[in-house]
């Protein structure tokens, strides 16, 4: 690891972060983000993660998109203004939701971070839209951000096997549902 000796505390904090388990370098005042300003404890955005991270909500195995909501529970708890945060989360996970399944159903467009890493092949977005089709039947499954559908977790689930979801077609193979 190659850091000034300036920024030894931010990248230590940084690479512990990952060490934790968080992943990813999100914007905003965070360790975890390249451009932050110096620092020489976690923020209170790295402790709200860390907080979701671990959880008793958060067991091994969950999809990104069952921890999201975690997530943004942990941040509404650090805001000022609660309700305004609530409303926002809220909002947030809606459009989640919204966006995943026109990705998942190919009406939708490309994520602008998928675009923007050079992975965007025709490859990569048929994998993309097949983990995506495989989170929402989770999603619907679970109850996860959005109303439990038994029929919705099939047809999101029986979407993802039929693109080569082996997880998917474990979970529909387990007969943990009733066939439409």
């Given amino acids: ?23 990813g370098h999100p914007e905003g005042d965070t360790v975890l983000s390249y451009f932050a300003k110096s620092v020489d404890s976690l923020q209170p ?6 907080r979701a991270w671990y959880s008793p ?12 909501p975690i997530l943004a529970d942990e941040l509404v708890k650090i805001m ?15 459009r989640t939701v919204a966006e ?12 602008t971070i998928v675009k923007q890493s050079g992975k965007s092949s ?5 994998y993309g839209r097949m983990e995506m089709s495989y989170f929402l039947g989770i999603a619907y499954q679970e109850g996860v951000t959005v ?3 038994p029929n919705q977790a ?6 993802a096997a039929s693109m080569g979801s082996r997880t998917a077609q474990a979970r529909l193979g387990a007969g943990a549902f009733a066939q439409r």
Avoid: N
């Avoid at 190919?106 to 994520?111: A, C, F, M, S």
């Avoid at 099939?154 to 979407?159: I, P």
């Fill in 57 to 68: 909500r958060a067991r091994g195995g969950m999809t990104p998109f069952e921890v999201l």
């Fill in 45 to 50: 955005l790295d402790k709200a993660m860390l």
């Fill in 80 to 94: 000022p203004d609660k309700a305004s945060a609530m409303k926002s989360r809220d909002a947030f996970l809606s």
């Fill in 147 to 149: 109303k439990q559908d």
């Fill in 122 to 126: 025709a490859e990569a977005i048929r």
């Fill in 100 to 111: 995943m399944r026109e990705f998942a159903d190919g009406r939708g467009d490309v994520p």
């Fill in 154 to 159: 099939v047809q999101w689930l029986q979407r």
């Fill in 1 to 23: 690891m190659q850091m000034r000796t300036s920024e030894a505390w931010r990248c230590a904090y940084h690479e512990s972060m990952h060490v934790m388990g968080v992943r």
